[in-house]
C-alpha cells in the first residue's frame, strides 16, 4: 500500500513561486512509476498539471508550460512541483498522484492519491 502526503502549499501573490513536495511512503514494488500532479477548481473537472515517468520523461498541461516544472528524487521517488509565474487561475487544489509499475503513456487513472495542499493565487 502507498500512501502520499503533499506539502508546500500556501497563498503567494499574483507572480510569485511556490513548490510543492509529495512525500511517498508504503510498500511498492521497485520499478517504473508514473508520479504526476493534479488538481481540482470547485465546480470544475480535475486537472493533470504535470507528469514524470522514472526515466524522467516529462508532460505538461498547456496551461503550466514555460511557467512549471516537475522532477523528482529517484532514490524517494518524491515529485517535486516548481511553480513559478502563478496566476489567479493556477488557485485550486493540487493533488500528488502515483502508479507503480507502469509508465505515464500507459496509465488510465492513477491508483494512488494524496489528500491534497492548497494553493491561492490573489
Known amino acids: 500500500h502507498v500512501q502520499l502526503v503533499e506539502s508546500g502549499g500556501g497563498s503567494v501573490q499574483t507572480g510569485g513561486s511556490l513548490r510543492l513536495s509529495c512525500q511517498v511512503n508504503?510498500?511498492?514494488?521497485?520499478?517504473?512509476?508514473?508520479m504526476g500532479w493534479f488538481r481540482h477548481i470547485p465546480g470544475k473537472e480535475r486537472e493533470g498539471v504535470a507528469s514524470?515517468?522514472?526515466?524522467?520523461?516529462?508532460t505538461f498541461a498547456d496551461s503550466v508550460k514555460g511557467r512549471f516544472t516537475i522532477s523528482r528524487d529517484t532514490a524517494q521517488n518524491t515529485p517535486y512541483l516548481e511553480m513559478r509565474s502563478l496566476r489567479r487561475e493556477d488557485t485550486a487544489m493540487y493533488y500528488c498522484?502515483?502508479?507503480?509499475?507502469?509508465?505515464?503513456?500507459?496509465?488510465?487513472?492513477?491508483?494512488?492519491w494524496g489528500q491534497g495542499t492548497q494553493v491561492t493565487v490573489s
Open positions: 498522484a502515483a502508479q507503480p509499475l507502469l509508465p505515464c503513456v500507459a496509465v488510465v487513472a492513477m491508483e494512488y
Open positions: 508504503g510498500s511498492y514494488k521497485r520499478g517504473s512509476m508514473c
Open positions: 514524470i515517468d522514472s526515466d524522467g520523461e516529462t
